[in-house]
């Protein structure tokens, strides 16, 4: 499966789709012309938005610009989780939001989007109760919450830009490597020792050639996306009460001090504190 174009329909007399996706089964990477607002409450998933991959805890709260390639945020997501998307029309209400000036900060982060913004602290807290209380509203009073939540957005300094360029589909189109087969080669044997010459036969590549494009698409090389992978699925873990050398080696790594240096550079902190700061210990 290549990157795939999806086709958002907002229902009938509606210039936006507010719904709850869940397809934590099914391996999305997609882009569409519309901006995506994108909440997800879980344990800790996977974020990957154009280049960018990295993983989060508890919440994310990501916008995403005009034809940027993401992964749905509920991928393979092992725990209960919630999610609201809203996707909506580039231009967003055509010229007259262009031409309101009451409307300038909002056009300006819309214009920004193509980088992938993610959102946290107060903001992110504010703008899932926006979004949760939206769904109760009628489709104007749904428009007028929208246009709030986004004010909230463009006047919030609580902000991560993902990407450094802009990584719209055009970076991606000409992709002969399938993400899908590099994600679910990946998720099978992270906790073994992922093969970078197989997952490039598989693709149909020399490993030197994969190696280069892989860099090109992610940012990153094959061995650290795996590590990257490797931690993510250990924050699950972690956040069952798992113990910190049990799951060391439930996802692979051989030794202890690598794996505890390898997350706390990822994560921010080592792997206890992480299970402190969540209420495990």
């Given at each position: 499966?290549?990157?795939?174009?999806?086709v958002?329909?907002?229902?009938?007399?509606?210039?936006?789709?507010?719904?709850?996706?869940?397809?934590?089964?099914?391996?999305?990477?997609?882009?569409?012309?519309?901006?995506?607002?994108?909440?997800?409450?879980?344990?800790?998933?996977?974020?990957?938005?154009?280049?960018h991959?990295?993983?989060?805890?508890?919440?994310d709260?990501?916008?995403?610009?005009?034809?940027?390639?993401?992964?749905?945020?509920?991928?393979?997501?092992?725990?209960?989780?919630?999610?609201?998307?809203?996707?909506?029309?580039?231009?967003?209400?055509?010229?007259?939001?262009?031409k309101?000036?009451e409307?300038?900060?909002?056009?300006?982060?819309?214009?920004?989007?193509?980088?992938?913004?993610?959102?946290?602290?107060?903001t992110?807290?504010?703008?899932?109760?926006?979004?949760?209380?939206?769904?109760?509203?009628?489709?104007?009073?749904?428009?007028?919450?929208?246009?709030?939540v986004?004010?909230?957005?463009a006047?919030?300094?609580?902000?991560?830009?993902l990407?450094?360029?802009?990584?719209?589909?055009?970076?991606f189109?000409?992709?002969?490597?399938?993400?899908?087969?590099?994600?679910?080669?990946?998720?099978?044997?992270?906790?073994?020792?992922?093969d970078?010459?197989?997952?490039?036969?598989q693709?149909?590549?020399?490993?030197?050639?994969?190696?280069?494009y892989?860099?090109?698409?992610?940012?990153?090389?094959?061995?650290?996306?795996?590590?990257?992978?490797?931690?993510?699925?250990?924050?699950?873990?972690?956040?069952?009460?798992?113990?910190?050398?049990?799951?060391?080696?439930?996802?692979?790594?051989?030794?202890?001090?690598?794996?505890?240096?390898?997350?706390?550079?990822?994560?921010?902190?080592?792997?206890s504190?992480?299970?402190?700061?969540?209420?495990?210990?």
């Amino acid at each position: 499966m290549k990157i795939q174009k999806e086709v958002v329909l907002p229902d009938p007399n509606q210039s936006f789709k507010l719904f709850e996706p869940r397809l934590r089964n099914y391996f999305f990477w997609h882009y569409h012309p519309e901006y995506e607002l994108v909440y997800v409450e879980a344990a800790t998933g996977i974020r990957h938005v154009g280049q960018h991959v990295s993983s989060y805890v508890g919440s994310d709260l990501v916008l995403i610009g005009s034809n940027i390639p993401h992964l749905n945020f509920d991928y393979g997501l092992k725990t209960d989780y919630k999610q609201i998307v809203v996707q909506l029309r580039n231009p967003f209400l055509g010229d007259a939001f262009q031409k309101t000036p009451e409307f300038d900060r909002i056009r300006r982060l819309l214009d920004r989007s193509y980088q992938g913004l993610s959102f946290a602290g107060e903001t992110k807290r504010k703008v899932a109760e926006q979004l949760r209380y939206m769904r109760k509203l009628n489709h104007f009073e749904q428009l007028l919450q929208l246009l709030k939540v986004f004010q909230t957005l463009a006047d919030s300094d609580e902000v991560t830009e993902l990407n450094d360029r802009d990584t719209s589909v055009k970076l991606f189109m000409n992709d002969k490597i399938r993400m899908t087969a590099v994600y679910n080669y990946i998720h099978e044997h992270y906790n073994e020792q992922p093969d970078v010459n197989k997952i490039a036969q598989q693709v149909y590549l020399s490993t030197a050639a994969f190696c280069r494009y892989f860099k090109k698409q992610t940012n990153m090389t094959f061995t650290d996306f795996v590590n990257q992978y490797r931690i993510t699925q250990s924050k699950t873990l972690l956040l069952q009460g798992k113990s910190v050398s049990e799951v060391c080696y439930e996802v692979g790594f051989e030794s202890l001090s690598y794996f505890s240096k390898l997350f706390k550079k990822i994560a921010g902190m080592n792997a206890s504190d992480f299970q402190k700061k969540y209420g495990v210990l």
